[in-house]
């Protein structure tokens, strides 16, 4: 139990680092955020990478490629919809305009 825990904070913490360096958040909805990364560990033991959860993993290694997290399809997705498709990185919010 606590080595899937361990895997899972070590994605929250990548993926924390990523998001400040690329400028998005994190989904503020722990539950939902927590779901995801439990997916992307997941993927991880079952599948040998970090796999966005909500794409599926075809085994083709070429295309499955793409949709290691974070996918070639994410910067698109938040700039046209405020997230990306597993809803876990987001555009961050301009606190500027408040």
């Excluded at 913490?13 to 992307?40: C, F, H, Q």
């Excluded at 290694?61 to 919809?81: A, G, M, T, W």
């Amino acid at each position: 139990m606590s080595e899937g825990k361990t895997k899972k904070e070590e994605v929250h913490a990548w993926t924390s680092r990523y998001a400040d360096k690329a400028g998005y958040m994190l989904n503020p909805d722990e539950e939902m955020r927590d779901l995801v990364l439990e997916g992307i560990a997941k993927n991880k033991d079952t599948h040998g990478k970090n796999y966005c959860p909500c794409r599926i993993v075809t085994g083709d290694e070429i295309e499955d490629k793409k949709i290691i997290c974070p996918c070639i399809y994410h910067k698109d997705e938040i700039e046209n919809d405020g997230s990306c498709h597993c809803d876990l990185f987001f555009k961050k919010k301009d606190e500027d305009n408040d």
